[in-house]
């Protein structure tokens, strides 16, 4: 006999379950069941009843992923190159990184034209 929040499965493991109106679910499924209907017993040795019941079911869409998805196959790299230097040679040379901020500023520096690069140069 199983009650409420029985575990099923191995000892001490297993898949938690609850009943809803002699309905055996995962918890998830729980929340979604809804219209129960009893029917008349199936056969006389048994005793089993079939239920019916409304559970919504579908496919939850995905949403679209932020990161780019490139070609670099048809990746032209002598543009991005050349497109990555030329954007290098845009940073003052003698200026000296010693702070925390500078290296900041430095590695945003350098992001921005690796994306510059790619946006020229790697079709997506």
Request: proline fraction near 6%; hydrophobic fraction near 35%; glycine fraction near 6%.
């Amino acid at each position: 006999m199983l009650s409420l929040n029985d575990r099923i499965g191995k000892p001490g493991g297993g898949v938690l379950i609850v009943i809803k109106q002699n309905i055996k679910a995962s918890q998830p499924l729980y929340s979604l069941i809804s219209n129960v209907e009893t029917h008349p017993t199936i056969g006389k040795i048994s005793g089993h009843k079939p239920l019916a019941f409304n559970m919504p079911i579908g496919i939850e869409s995905k949403p679209a992923s932020p990161r780019l998805s490139l070609n670099f196959n048809t990746a032209n790299w002598s543009k991005f190159r050349n497109k990555f230097n030329e954007q290098l040679m845009l940073w003052n040379k003698h200026r000296h990184i010693t702070t925390s901020s500078d290296i900041e500023e430095y590695t945003t520096f350098i992001t921005n034209n690796i994306t510059t690069a790619i946006q020229k140069a790697i079709p997506t």
